[in-house]
């Protein structure tokens, strides 16, 4: 197993729609192991393939029941609304109060291929329609109200520098 270094914003892989996976194999297998370990380490409860320079579609997360893994997720289904305090392991030291769905089912495969269903509200909810976001390209900057936004690209601006 290996500890990857996270990508962070500004980095081009972020804003890149993920390749969906085809293969179920070894190097699959590898690559989640892998994920969770970083996941871990960082630490965070959900990470995707392309916050560690992989532009595929997997992500894997742990809320406090356990690790999973997620292949080619789409979201089926949302509902309800729900403020929450959220960050990114790619966009470090930064929380923002962000109103998305509360609840979601997505669909995907685990990593033999199999079809697989996940669904749940509150952080459950919300890591899954983050993680998915993450694998469309899109970053939780985009999710901030303008004036916070600004206010980021401000600050992140200034410390390129
Ligand atoms: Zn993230």
Known sequence: MAIYPIRTFGDPILRTKAEPVSDFDRHLERLVEDMLETMYDAPGVGLAAPQIGISKRVFVYDIGEGPGAVVNPEI?????????????????????????????????????????????DELMGRMLQHEVDHLAGTLLIKRLERDLKTEFMREWRQAQL
């Open 76 to 120: 089926l289904e949302t509902s309800g609304t729900f403020e929450f305090d959220e960050g990114c392991l790619s966009i470090p030291g930064h929380f923002w109060p962000i109103t998305r769905p509360e609840y979601a089912r997505v669909a995907g495969q685990d990593v033999d291929g199999q079809p697989i269903e996940l669904e749940g």
